[in-house]
Each structure stands twice: as structure tokens, then as C-alpha cells.
Nanobody, 124 residues
Framework: QEQLVESGGGLVQPGGSLRVSCAVS????????MGWFRRAPGKEREFVAAISRSSGSTYYAESVKDRFTISRDDAKNTMDLQMNSLKPEDTAVYYC?????????????????WGQGTQVTVSS
């Protein structure tokens, strides 16, 4: 079973940018599709973005589309989420996850491994 560790979270002002990363170990990341989810205070975990294996096809939640960019580097077993034009509503713990399905998945049940999360706070 693989392990996932997020990093790069922190405090950023509204309108600013931040990049969070996910490092995978124990398995070759290229075998899986990958995704980012987030949990805001008082809310359920929600889908943010996903990227497929091999082709690198991506899919985004409407709330982040055109602001966030998901990417992967299979040679390094890492995945990134570049977040631009951040809003206070983006404040949440961000989780990376891997999926056996290979294609982009938007529901948590489709992911088999999760990181511990990294806090992103958007505030002035």
C-alpha cells in the first residue's frame, strides 16, 4: 500500500497563490489516477481536482476551475495543485489521494489511499 504526504500549505492573502504538493511512496504513482479534495470547517469533504494516469487528463470542480491547476510528475512520484486567485472560501485542509481506477474520479469512494492533509488558510 502506498503512503501519501501533502506539503506546502500555509497562510495566503485573498487573491494570492499557493502550491500544495503530494509525495507518494511505497508504490509507483504512475499506476494510479490522482486527486485533490478539501474539507472546510463545518463542511463535508469535497472534490477539488483530479488527474488521470498516463494521459494526464484533468477534471476540476466548478468552484476552482480556471483558478487551480493539477499536475503530476510520475518520475518523482509527486503531484501538485497550483492555486491562484485564492478566496477565503478556499480555506480548508487539502488532501491528496490515489485511485486504482486510472481515470479521473470525483467521489471519495473511488480513492483507496489518502494523505493526512495540509492546511490552507486564505485570509487578510
Amino acid at each position: 500500500q502506498e503512503q501519501l504526504v501533502e506539503s506546502g500549505g500555509g497562510l495566503v492573502q485573498p487573491g494570492g497563490s499557493l502550491r500544495v504538493s503530494c509525495a507518494v511512496s511505497g508504490r509507483t504513482m504512475s499506476a494510479y489516477s490522482m486527486g485533490w479534495f478539501r474539507r472546510a470547517p463545518g463542511k463535508e469533504r469535497e472534490f477539488v481536482a483530479a488527474i488521470s494516469r498516463s494521459s494526464g487528463s484533468t477534471y476540476y470542480a466548478e468552484s476552482v476551475k480556471d483558478r487551480f491547476t493539477i499536475s503530476r510528475d510520475d518520475a518523482k512520484n509527486t503531484m501538485d495543485l497550483q492555486m491562484n486567485s485564492l478566496k477565503p472560501e478556499d480555506t480548508a485542509v487539502y488532501y491528496c489521494a490515489s485511485s486504482w481506477y486510472g481515470t479521473t474520479q470525483i467521489t471519495p469512494e473511488k480513492y483507496h489511499a489518502w494523505g493526512q492533509g495540509t492546511q490552507v488558510t486564505v485570509s487578510s
